[in-house]
């Protein structure tokens, strides 16, 4: 069974940078995008970032774009977020997901999920 673990969560100031790793660990692995989501307390999941596989298309959402970046490893089958210029809006919990469509955005289009990882920006 396909597994997703995120890594890389954790507490950091106002400006500064943190580096999230999604690896997918199990079977064969299918799915052609992974993104990442997150949901801040009192709020809904969101769409942040994706990736496919083949090609590398990415997608973000407009509240990263210019901090964030998204990125992967096909060898590891591992996934990256980095992301620079952090702002207390984006403490949340952040999940990476796989999806079998290509480069898709909707919660619902993602079919497997990691357990998340918090991040926490102080300002």
């Known amino acids: 069974q396909v597994q997703l673990v995120e890594s890389g969560g954790g507490l950091v100031q106002a400006g500064g940078s943190l580096r999230l790793s999604c690896a997918a660990s199990?079977?064969?692995?299918?799915?052609?995008?992974m993104g990442w989501f997150r949901q801040a307390p009192g709020k809904e999941r969101e769409f942040v970032a994706a990736i496919t596989w083949i090609g590398g298309s990415i997608l973000y959402a407009d509240s990263v774009k210019g901090r964030f970046t998204i990125s992967r490893d096909n060898a590891k089958n591992t996934v990256y977020l980095q992301m620079n210029s952090l702002k207390p809006e984006d403490t949340a919990v952040y999940y990476c997901?796989?999806?079998?469509?290509?480069?898709?955005?909707?919660?619902?289009?993602?079919?497997?999920w990691g357990q998340g990882t918090q991040v926490t920006i102080s300002s």
């Open positions: 997901a796989a999806a079998r469509g290509i480069l898709v955005y909707t919660l619902e289009e993602y079919h497997l």
């Open positions: 199990g079977r064969t692995f299918s799915s052609k995008t």
